[in-house]
């Protein structure tokens, strides 16, 4: 009964958003009509509110880190790409990329509770087979492709651009499911400051800052942020475990600093070059396991630093007015170290049983990636594209049982080559077709320092075509199809997962079929509106197999194993409304729906919740500067899979999130370069308004409620 309360909650928000928009919009028409407003004004209206933000967000973006917009074209082409704006980001308090994503419709947030990270889910997809970009370079880790999109803030950030099934072939490898692409920020003025601090629940605060200057031929932007918790409370409603007492979650601080500086060169009106590097610290436990699984392995761990270096070059240089060449070179490095612990005081590592270790991982990739477009053919903008990255582990461990494992080493090299071309057919009408090749070779695989793995290679062949109809000045009518894949990762291929399975090291790529259809439009200037039906058909799907496998080293035991599983089919549906609805009240509704089968061995499939809601209202009052803002997100239960073990179930929960927002009325500061006009902000909030006892995998219990307090400035 509570359940079907809160989903029905859930539900009524999102329609009192619609309806509202709807009355709103029906007022405006009213009014337009009174004041005899031309048609040719508003359709103008329209075109220019039809980007979507503000130009002032666009303009900050950094461009050379966009791969589905180059150069001087002015919008997108490929519309089926959603983009979250920064603005977006501090709205709703989403200061991580997994906690950003998640607000778009199709993304759904994943917690890793065993190695306390955050990723997501795209369309059944995981952050693998949807990897993350920063500015168009892949950052995913080396060995097992899961970065931690906890670690990564939003706070110096500019956008995310989202891509779902359907991905520019330029992204290079293994988009199978789609595209996360996190874009820097470039200056726009002589001088641009802007920072913030706030402080919670959990003697949790935080500080950023970031500057910039573009002085025309070049342009310079940094920044910084220091971001900890020490703890986080639980739910009033949460039933104490063995491992886990009531109050404060054992074991859940998490400490995080970056720096970044991008240094540019602007020498005329098209070309641009720039060189980037940011630096990345965390320092976090690991909360142990308190669910009701009477197998689950609890294990003590804390990472005592997980750190991330990337040094990288950009450069777009405009040949002949109708031609381009965009270049791209890149060195990324993760280091991270693992405790684990005998026991719940975290302070002894004495090997006397297999789950207790300390661990090492030394990783490092770099690459490069060439892309040249021309618009000599008429009625198309042909792209090519060649990507290379070369992805280096390294592991050891100095404690461990039986016996201490030396440094062993793993290398896989990467290339891609893809050709994209925009054709426009009719002024409402045009394509993009494109299609991709890419391959891998194991380079080396070391079982131990003196023997090695069988290595060899994979390839695959992506083919796509996309379809675009302009049924009005706003909206497009869309149809896509997309074959994809997936290479495997190192850890796939060649880890026997703590001693509990044997590698596969002639794993195959993962391949799917991706169709969506979909709608998007500007409803009367104010309301962005998007749909979108899908369908992904995934062949050698690789799951790691409950099975009893012979073991080849042990005869008479048996092991599990990563293997192609054959057919896995993801279906669904996204629906999408947000915007400006009556004069002082602004609000957003999606839905996400996907459904999946397993037609190969009916193994049950986790991280995949069946329903999803988002929905706001933010009320601007009649007092100046001062508004309220309220969210809520409904999660229907997903299935979680612990030490691959049996799935167990993560019940549904509603989260329920308010804020209060005071725009200190503008001022301007007088300093030794001239006028400056500064906007201060003040905010505070409850998050879990109502103590929802939730987790997104058993056994790891999220936040209960929770208050802040923060602000912000720029000038």
Known sequence: MVRAVKYAGALALGVVVCFAGVSGVCARQDQAGSQAVKTSEKKKVAKKKAAGQSESEKNQVFKLGEVEVVGQ??????????????????????????TAANLDPGVSLVEQGQRNQATIDVRGFDIRGVPLFVDGIPIYVPYDGYPDLSAFKTFNISEIAISKGFTSVLYGPNTEGGAINVLTRKPRKECEVSGGSGYGTGDAYHGYMNFGSNQGKWFIQGGGYYDNTDYFPLSGDFAPTKTQPSGNRVNSYQNDWSGNVTLGLTPNSTDEYAFSFMNMETQKGVPPYAGSDPHAKVSYWQWPYWDVQLLDFHSYTQICEKNYLKTTAFYDKTDNQLFSFNNENYDTIIPNKGYVFESNYNDYSYGASAEAGTKLVPKSLIKVAFHFK????????????????????????????????????????????????????????????????????????????????????????????????????????????????????????????????????????????????????????????????????????????????????????????????????EGGFNYSWLQYVNGSTGQTLTDLPHDKVFAYLQYFTPLRGVSVIGSLEYNSDRFTRLDYGIPYEAKQFTLINLKGIYDVPGRVVDCFMGPFPIHVQLEAGINNITDENRELEEGFPLAGRTFFGQMRFTF
Not at 73 to 98: G, H, P
Not at 413 to 426: K, L, N
Not at 433 to 443: R, V
Not at 489 to 505: L, N, R, T, V
Request: proline share 7%; hydrophobic share 30%; aromatic share 12%.
């Open 73 to 98: 074209q002015k919008q997108d082409e490929n519309i089926t790409v959603d983009r979250i704006y920064n603005r977006e980001m501090r709205l709703f308090d989403t200061n991580s990329v997994a």
């Open 390 to 585: 070369d992805d280096v582990h390294k592991q050891w461990e100095p404690v461990a049982y039986p016996a201490p494992e030396p440094v062993t080493r793993f290398e896989d090299r990467t290339y891609s080559a893809g050709i994209e071309d925009t054709i426009t057919i009719t002024k409402e009408f045009y394509s993009i077709a494109g299609a991709s090749y890419d391959w891998i070779n194991t380079i080396e695989a070391q079982q131990t320092p003196s023997t090695s793995f069988p290595i060899g290679s994979s390839h695959s062949f992506n083919p796509q075509l996309g379809l675009f109809y302009k049924l009005t000045d706003t909206g497009v009518l869309y149809a896509t199809v997309a074959r994809k894949s997936r290479l495997p990762s190192i850890k796939e291929k060649f880890s026997s997962f703590m001693s509990q399975g044997i590698p596969s090291p002639d794993l195959q790529p993962e391949k799917t079929i991706n169709y969506d259809i979909g709608y998007k439009d500007l409803l009367a200037g104010c309301l962005h509106f998007q749909a979108d039906a899908f369908y992904n058909d995934v062949t050698n799907y690789i799951i790691y197999a409950n099975t009893n496998i012979p073991d080849p080293y042990y005869p008479g035991t048996t092991y599990s194993q990563m293997q192609n599983i054959g057919k896995v089919h993801l279906y669904g549906v996204e629906l999408g409304l947000k915007g400006r609805i009556l004069p002082r009240l």
